[in-house]
């Protein structure tokens, strides 16, 4: 069975660049594992908090610029632990995530500089077909 993986993303991707580049990814992404992408509608973070929560557990985790930065084969690591669990990536609107949403999973960063929530998406899903392969021995740095 292949793993799962949830991405729960606050907001519409408006760019067609992006969108494109997503579809490319989800596309590559499906033999090794199975995505479900949700998007929330944007309304404001406190709200969005509400939403959110239903989202989290021991295997979730926020995308948030001060959170555990992993580099790439760190990241595969992370998704082969328990194959079993389903994974959910949450990725904030564009002004990011409350407090209280972040003390209540795992946080990590994609980078130390300042991305768009939208491209963020896109990197995210780029760094999960490089851990998949990474985790199945192929060349992951292409």
Do not use: W
Request: glycine share 8%.
């Amino acid at each position: 069975m292949p793993r799962k993986i949830r991405l729960v993303a606050v907001g519409r991707v408006k760019e067609g660049y992006l969108r494109a580049g997503m579809a490319e990814y989800e596309k590559r992404l499906k033999p090794y594992c199975s995505l479900e992408v949700i998007e929330l509608k944007d309304e404001g973070m406190e709200k969005e908090e509400k939403r959110l929560e239903k989202y989290l557990g021991p295997n979730a985790f926020l995308l948030d610029e001060k959170g555990a930065e992993l580099d790439s084969i760190e990241f595969a690591k992370l998704l082969s632990n328990d194959p079993a669990a389903q994974l959910t990536f949450i990725i904030g609107g564009p002004y990011g995530t409350t407090a209280g949403l972040k003390k209540k999973c795992g946080c990590i960063s994609l980078s130390k500089m300042t991305f768009t929530h939208e491209m963020c998406r896109l990197f995210l899903l780029e760094q999960l077909y490089r851990a998949m392969l990474a985790n199945s021995g192929r060349a992951y740095q292409k």
